[in-house]
C-alpha cells in the first residue's frame, strides 16, 4: 500500500470565511472521489486545523500500489477537482507519498 499525503496553503488573499468555504469545496470534491477511483482505498481531508498550524488544508489518502496513485494522478474524475476546487485557491502544496 501507499500513502499519499498532501499539505496546502491557501492564497492569503482570501479572507478566513472565504477559506472556510475553499477548504469544504476541497474536502468534498475530493472525498467524493471515494468508490470513483480504482485502487484508491481510503481517502480523508482535514482542515481547520488549530492556531499553530501553519496550512490549512490536509489530504490523507491510501493506495493498493504505487501504480493505483500514479492513475489517480491522471483521472479524469481527480483532475476536474483538483483543476477547480484545489488549484485555483492554493498558494503551496507539499507532499509525501510512501509505502505502508
Known amino acids: 500500500m501507499v500513502k499519499h499525503i498532501i499539505l496546502w496553503k491557501l492564497k492569503e488573499e482570501f479572507t478566513q470565511e472565504e477559506k472556510n468555504v ?15 477511483i480504482p485502487g484508491l482505498l481510503d481517502i480523508h481531508v482535514q482542515a481547520g486545523g488549530l492556531a499553530s498550524s501553519n496550512v490549512d488544508v490536509m489530504l490523507d489518502s491510501t493506495f493498493e500500489s504505487e501504480e493505483a496513485l500514479q492513475a489517480y494522478a491522471k483521472h479524469p474524475a481527480h483532475v476536474e477537482v483538483a483543476d477547480t476546487k484545489v488549484r485555483p485557491f492554493t498558494m503551496l502544496r507539499s507532499c509525501l507519498d510512501f509505502e505502508v
Open 22 to 36: 475553499i477548504a469544504q469545496g476541497i474536502k468534498e470534491g475530493l472525498e467524493q472521489l471515494s468508490g470513483v
